[in-house]
């Protein structure tokens, strides 16, 4: 059985072991802390990426390596697409690696400036995939391909925003939340994060220190529309 072995709140992570829920593969998850990482995890992964354990044994590292080997050795969610499909859907999968980096950024500020100011590359992805959406269930139709699987780390965590603190980063993208909503009814959000998920999610971007934490507060305590709660936090 395939091992994953990285952190709980690590994108790369729920991209792979959503790629193995989607297949249905087995496999078992080992979970680092991000503050006291062994010397043996940075021996197999330098650049502190996810890796796996194969069946055999194999240390292999790096999100894409990973994703390679899964689908080379298993079956690949692109079997049904033309090379042309194919090379266009890498170019959105590589967007939302990127986006990855510029969710957690966003997600991580202080205040609703600063937020602004560093999600511009996020909200700039999300303009980008919500013109690329057609009104299909998935990206590439009614099945899941690999981009659905690719952006759903990014899906999934703006779910989690909204449901807690009522602030929607998808509030302009009426097509990303219908993809949102498609890819969540999937299940495969929830069983591709560790059951604690929700709580470490909470601590590492929901604290005190940031905006969004501020506005998980203020949605716990005060009875206030969703239109007055961007300004709530804003003045907080």
Request: some cysteine.
């Amino acid at each position: 059985m395939i091992k994953i072995i990285s952190f709980k709140i690590c994108p790369c992570y729920q991209k792979i072991s959503a790629l193995l829920e989607a297949m249905n593969i087995p496999y078992k998850s080992e979970f680092l802390d991000l503050n006291n990482i062994p010397k043996w995890f940075t021996d197999i992964s330098p650049e502190i990426e996810p890796a796996i354990q194969t069946e055999t044994g194999e240390y292999i590292s790096g999100l894409d390596s990973v994703i390679d080997y899964i689908e080379i050795y298993y079956y690949t969610l692109y079997q049904d697409f033309d090379s042309k499909q194919k090379d266009n859907d890498k170019e959105w999968n590589q967007l939302a690696t990127q986006q990855y980096i510029n969710q957690c950024n966003t997600q991580r500020s202080g205040d609703l400036k600063s937020m602004m100011e560093k999600g511009t590359l996020f909200f700039e992805g999300l303009e980008s995939i919500e013109k690329q959406l057609g009104n299909t269930k998935f990206f590439n139709g009614e099945t899941l391909s690999a981009v659905d699987i690719a952006w759903l780390p990014i899906l999934h965590r703006a779910y989690l925003v909204k449901e807690k603190t009522g602030y929607d980063f998808f509030a302009d993208f009426p097509k990303l939340k219908v993809w949102q909503k498609n890819i969540m009814k999937t299940g495969i959000p929830t069983k591709s994060v560790p059951v604690d998920f929700d709580q470490v999610f909470v601590e590492f971007y929901l604290n005190e220190s940031t905006y969004l934490g501020k506005c998980l507060h203020l949605s716990k305590n005060t009875l206030i529309t969703e239109t007055n709660l961007n300004y709530a936090c804003e003045c907080s």
